[in-house]
C-alpha cells in the first residue's frame, strides 16, 4: 500500500512551458485534491475531485487544469508555465463517505517546481 | 482574505511541557475543523479533528478545543517532546463542500 505518490520529485521549466504533475493513490479514495504551499501562504486549494469525472475549482485555480479519468489518477496540468508558479505542490486525497466525518486527508510526498 | 488565521508564525516549549497553537476563523460555515503536522521536505500528516457540533477531541497527547463563539479553536500537545518539533497548519471544511482552507502554519519547536 503506497498511498499517495507522486511524480516527478523536482521539476524546473521556462516560462511558457507545459507539464503534468503526477498523482496517484492506492486507497480506493473518492477524493483527491491538489494544493500549492508558499512561505508565509499555508496550503491552498487549487482543485479538487470528488469522484472519477467530476472536478471543482479551489482558491486559486488559475492557470491550472485538471482531470479524473480513473479513481486512482488525478493529474495537475500546467498550460505555459509563470514564474509565479514556482511552489512546492502537494496531492491528497480521502474518503467521501456519505454521512461520515471522516475528512482526513492523506498527502503526498510534494513536488518542486521551479519556473525561470 | 485570509479565512483560517494562524498569527503565531513560530512557538518554542521546553521538553515536557505543554505546547498550545492557535488558530482563528472568520467563516461561519465551516463545520469541520482539523489539524495537520509538517515536517521538512515531506507531506503534512493528520493529527486530530473536531465537529462544529463538538468542543473538544482528545487523541493520546493531543487535544483540539473549538470555541464557536469566538470562531476559535487550539491544540494542545501534553507533553512536549522533541519529535513534536515541526509545523503546525489548521484547516477548515466549508459545510457541504470539501474545500479545504488551511492556516498560514506555525512553526513549533521542543526544546530538550
Known amino acids: 500500500n503506497a498511498g499517495v505518490t507522486q511524480t516527478p520529485k523536482f521539476q524546473v521549466l521556462k516560462t511558457g512551458q507545459s507539464m503534468t504533475l503526477q498523482c496517484a493513490q492506492d486507497m480506493n479514495h473518492e477524493y483527491m485534491s491538489w494544493y500549492r504551499q508558499d512561505p508565509g501562504m499555508g496550503l491552498r486549494l487549487i482543485h479538487y475531485s470528488v469522484g472519477a469525472g467530476i472536478t471543482d475549482q479551489g482558491e486559486v485555480p488559475n492557470g491550472y487544469n485538471v482531470s479524473r479519468s480513473t479513481t486512482e489518477d488525478f493529474p495537475l496540468r500546467l498550460l505555459s508555465a509563470a514564474p509565479s508558479q514556482t511552489s512546492v505542490y502537494f496531492c491528497?486525497?480521502?474518503?467521501?463517505?456519505?454521512?461520515?466525518?471522516?475528512?482526513?486527508?492523506?498527502f503526498g510526498p510534494g513536488t518542486r517546481l521551479t519556473v525561470t | 482574505d485570509q479565512q483560517v488565521k494562524q498569527n503565531s508564525p513560530s512557538l518554542s516549549v521546553q521538553e515536557g511541557r505543554i505546547s498550545i497553537l492557535n488558530c482563528d476563523y472568520t467563516?461561519?460555515?465551516?463545520?469541520?475543523f482539523l489539524w495537520y503536522k509538517k515536517y521538512p521536505a515531506e507531506g503534512p500528516t493528520f493529527l486530530i479533528s473536531i465537529s462544529s457540533i463538538k468542543d473538544k477531541n482528545e487523541d493520546g497527547r493531543f487535544t483540539v478545543f473549538l470555541n464557536k463563539s469566538a470562531k476559535h479553536l487550539s491544540l494542545h500537545i501534553v507533553p512536549s517532546q522533541p519529535g513534536d518539533s515541526a509545523v503546525y497548519f489548521c484547516a477548515a471544511v466549508i459545510s457541504g463542500t470539501y474545500k479545504y482552507i488551511f492556516g498560514t502554519g506555525t512553526r513549533l519547536k521542543v526544546l530538550a
Open positions: 467563516n461561519s460555515m465551516f463545520d469541520y
Open positions: 491528497a486525497s480521502s474518503h467521501t463517505l456519505p454521512g461520515t466525518y471522516s475528512k482526513e486527508q492523506y
